[in-house]
Each structure stands twice: as structure tokens, then as C-alpha cells.
């Protein structure tokens, strides 16, 4: 009805996009991907919750597909840096994967704690020597230094692309 105030409370998250203005969505690469940038359009939204923000990523190809991200903000953060890092998810993702695949990090019993604690503990101090490991060798082979030790054929174990590094 026309002269009441909006409702209060707490509204759902596909609400609040659905409302937005479509002005409101600005067309962001959140990071490089396997083919090219990973465009979404984003949305940024405040829920009236203290020092939260609602993200909204929409799908270019599908815009029915949303997912959504709360931010805890202290100060304001430009969109584009929201969206950097709602984008890093990939490469945790990723990492998590090889150390699934090669290290075991999920092949363990949980009985106790503290063996469930040692066993992740160790496969996740392997994965970072291997991803180590195999980025010291691609900067010998870059450099073509000769290496000490016999040189292996592995890739950077934390990424699909081998690169090693800081993206």
C-alpha cells in the first residue's frame, strides 16, 4: 500500500537482489580462469545489518543462477576489491583439491581429535613442501640453473595452470 512504511526485519538475501535496481549491477572479472576472465555481474547491497554488506554474484550466461556473500565491513571497500576477493575462493578450492588427491588429506578415520589433527597437520605441511618444492624447480628451469638434486616432472601442485607463485 502506497504511503506505508517498508517492512522492517530480516528479509532473504534473494529478496534484497530482486529488489536492487538493475543499474546496481556492475559486470566484474573476479580472476583469471581456465578460459580467459571469470566475468559475473555483481551487486552490492546493504541489508541494514551493522557493518554487513550483501554481495551478489549473477551468472552473465544464466542470470537466474545468484550466489551470495556477506562482507564484514569496518570502513568502506570498493567493489572490485569485494570481488577479488570473493574470487580468491577458486584457488583455496583448488589447493584444497590437490592436497585431497596427492597429499590425503581426506583419507583419515576421525576416532580422536588430536589423530584427526596430526593426520590433516601433516598432509597439509606435504602439500606445502610439494607446492614449494615444485616452484623452486620451475625457477631453476627459468633460470636455467643447474639443479643439485635430479629434476622431476611435476607441475605446481596447487594450481591446474602449474604456475607457482602470487597470481
Known amino acids: 500500500m502506497p504511503g506505508l512504511p517498508p517492512p522492517t526485519g530480516p528479509r532473504r538475501a534473494d529478496e534484497l537482489a530482486a529488489s536492487a535496481p538493475q543499474r546496481g549491477w556492475q559486470r566484474l572479472s573476479c580472476g583469471p580462469g581456465s578460459k580467459g576472465h571469470r566475468l559475473y555481474d555483481w551487486l552490492l547491497v546493504d541489508p541494514g545489518a551493522d557493518e554487513h554488506l550483501l554481495l551478489v554474484r549473477r551468472s552473465i550466461t544464466k542470470p537466474s ?54 593426520h590433516i597437520t601433516l598432509s597439509l605441511l606435504a602439500a606445502a613442501f610439494l607446492a614449494v618444492t615444485a616452484h623452486t624447480e620451475q625457477l631453476h628451469d627459468q633460470k636455467g640453473t643447474p639443479q643439485a638434486a635430479p629434476s622431476s616432472s611435476f607441475p605446481c601442485p596447487a594450481t591446474k595452470s602449474g604456475a607457482c607463485g602470487p597470481p
Open 65 to 118: 543462477e545468484l550466489a551470495y556473500y556477506i562482507c564484514h565491513n569496518r570502513t568502506p571497500v570498493p567493489l572490485a576489491e569485494l570481488v577479488r576477493v570473493a574470487g580468491s575462493r577458486w584457488s583455496v578450492e583448488e589447493t584444497f583439491q590437490f592436497a585431497k588427491n596427492d597429499t590425503g588429506l581426506d583419507h583419515y578415520q576421525v576416532r580422536r581429535y588430536d589423530a584427526w589433527y596430526r
